[in-house]
DNA sequence: ACGTACAGTGTACAAACGTACAGGTTGCTG
DNA sequence: CAGCAACCTGTACGTTTGTACACTGTACGT
């Protein structure tokens, strides 16, 4: 069930399935077609269906793929004591055509996208919760939405990575581009941009509109 | 070339258009049909092209109607003061179809996508740099990448938009979902979860990286 | 040597697609 | 009332799509 890394000496079957999810990231799933992806694969359209039934077990076997090379990821992280701060990082480090084809994914929201979403959630709160390494414990009364929000935070980055390039003008997943990302995000997370009296005045409003007080 | 904002009493056109833009944001540029906008819309297919030329004129027209919705919501938000200090608001202020449409467009990388990010990324890095009431001017060397950085992830927030209210249980669109939202993101920009010495660590780590130093 | 399983190809077909076109209805203007 | 423009529909055509099917070559176990 597993491959190697080169993208040279890969089962035809594998060559194939990394074509299409190239095709599905880039086209969507309706707009990758059987023959492009054949093509980009360098075989025959009936080759495709002779190695995965039909388009919709292609598009399940790439989910499969997807979510098998992130959970790799992320228990390599984990084993590695999770030194490092950024859970951006994470996503990072999974090759790049899963980034772009869980990107994907995730907007046209299948089944495999939200378990997707739904586990890196648990697993920020629990990293969060737990608390690491140079890493302190988060003040909220409400560590779900905090993890919630975080993790799409962060996927929306790697979803909108092609637009954040454009404006840095350099690709944020290379070795120039992604300390320029990383430092502003860290700009971003250590300074207080909100005075806090403005932020008190509207957790007040916040409070209000969430429930009619008693 | 403006309408009402009743979904009843609208131009045949208009309520075309509208269709159209569910139909794109929901299953893509592609997935959409012209038979399943007409379907949605309640006329025949051959009247979506007796309004709007070919598939590709309806969707310059669905780009240009949702640009111009939200360029109306950010001139009202800078001449109501810009009081708010969130960015998202302006998002959120937007009619939820143009928030999908958007939203896919951002994904699928049109032209006016890429207008619209780019617009939100000066649009952003105008008022950060300006400073508003109640909110300091961010520190950083780097405050492209600040607003870059800031509007992607708030763009983020939206494309996943489905996800966020899956997690937290509710509609984060709704008055009774986006509290809890804005409360979770005012902790996660207001506490500093990393310790001092691994913010500098890290700093030091990502300066190494960007150029080999002299 | 034979047969079987598997990798791979070419052809064919029904369905859905975008689009062109001719016609029909309504309403306003001379 | 004639005519014309705008709104709207039905039909038809060429293309692309997913998929079924028959076919070839090659490796391997008996």
Redesign the interface.
Known sequence: MDEQREPEDLTTRARIRDAAMLQFAK?????ATIRGIAKAAGVSPALVQHHFKNKAALREACDAHAIDAIRRVKEEALSGGMSN??FLTIAMQTALPVQQYM??A????SDA??AL??DA?QFSEDILSRGS????K?????L???A??????N???V??N???S???GTDILT??G??????????????????P???E???EV??K??GPDA
Chains 1, 2 share one sequence.
Do not use: C, W
């Open positions: 086209l969507g799933e309706k707009g701060p950024n990107a994907r995730l907007v046209e929201d996208a939200r979403f739904e959630v390494s140079g890493m302190r988060p003040t909220t009364d409400d779900h939405a905090y919630a929000v975080i993790t799409a935070m996927f929306g980055l979803v909108l092609g637009h954040l454009r404006a840095l070795p120039e992604y300390p320029r990302l990383a430092m502003a995000l860290m700009d971003i997370h250590t300074d207080n941009l909100i005075t009296e403005l932020e005045q509207t957790r916040l409070r509109m969430r």
